[in-house]
T-cell receptor
Framework: GAVVSQHPSRVICKSGTSVKIECRSL??????MFWYRQFPKQSLMLMAT?????????EQGVEKDKFLINHASLTLSTLTVTSAHPEDSSFYIC????????????FGPGTRLTVL | AQSVTQLGSHVSVSEGALVLLRCNYS??????LFWYVQYPNQGLQLLLK??????LVKGINGFEAEFKKSETSFHLTKPSAHMSDAAEYFC????????????FGKGTRLSVIA
């Protein structure tokens, strides 16, 4: 099956710094990538939808200036958490799919962010 | 708006017993429905999906689910639980037609007792 990777798998940073998380589709071209956030013992909440070459579409309540998403190529999307605060600590998961009509989403393994 | 409701945040079964995890959906369009499993500190693994066609869907690891439109349900079952089935399970529905994100239920934690 299709493989999606995320890097790093874990990151610890100081409050006020920025952290970049990469999401890569390894063996297919991902026209669309989705970024989800998961708090401990909770479900996944969609943060934004990212289409290659265009601006990301953010969900209501998600600060676009704080969570910068770039989908510069068909295999890479990045999420940058700017000026991180402890409340940004969470598990971030990306998924990727190809095409414009429905295609299965393939999930990355997730990135655990801890902000001190 | 599309949504899913998972009944029971925690289900506990004995090893070898039937597993039944419940999911009801609400959708204004023909639903595409999914079950995912998540092990601690890991991403999601697709167990099975229903898009069109046969309403009884077989997935990996012996799991299956039946789409029942009249009951707006998509319950997940496995005849005999194994210790390795202990994990978090999420039911999800596609938000709209086309290549759109998933809407997840709150999840059900399955414990398997030896």
């Amino acid at each position: 099956g299709a493989v999606v990777s995320q890097h790093p798998s874990r990151v610890i940073c100081k409050s006020g710094t920025s952290v970049k998380i990469e999401c890569r589709s390894l063996d297919f071209q991902a026209t669309t990538m989705f970024w989800y956030r998961q708090f401990p013992k909770q479900s996944l909440m969609l943060m934004a939808t990212s289409n290659e070459g265009s601006k990301a579409t953010y969900e209501q309540g998600v600060e676009k200036d704080k969570f910068l998403i770039n989908h510069a190529s068909l295999t890479l999307s990045t999420l940058t958490v700017t000026s991180a605060h402890p409340e940004d600590s969470s598990f971030y998961i990306c998924s990727a799919s190809e095409g414009s009509s429905y295609n299965e989403q393939f999930f990355g393994p997730g990135t655990r962010l801890t902000v001190l | 708006a599309q949504s899913v409701t998972q009944l029971g945040s925690h289900v506990s079964v004995s090893e070898g017993a039937l597993v039944l995890l419940r999911c009801n959906y609400s959708s204004s369009v023909p639903p595409y429905l999914f079950w995912y499993v998540q092990y601690p500190n890991q991403g999601l693994q697709l167990l099975l999906k229903y898009t069109t066609g046969a309403t009884l869907v077989k997935g990996i690891n012996g799991f299956e689910a039946e789409f029942k439109k009249s009951e707006t349900s998509f319950h997940l079952t496995k005849p005999s639980a194994h210790m390795s089935d202990a994990a978090e399970y999420f039911c999800a529905v596609i938000r709209n037609s086309g290549n759109t994100p998933l809407v997840f239920g709150k999840g059900t934690r399955l414990s398997v007792i030896a």
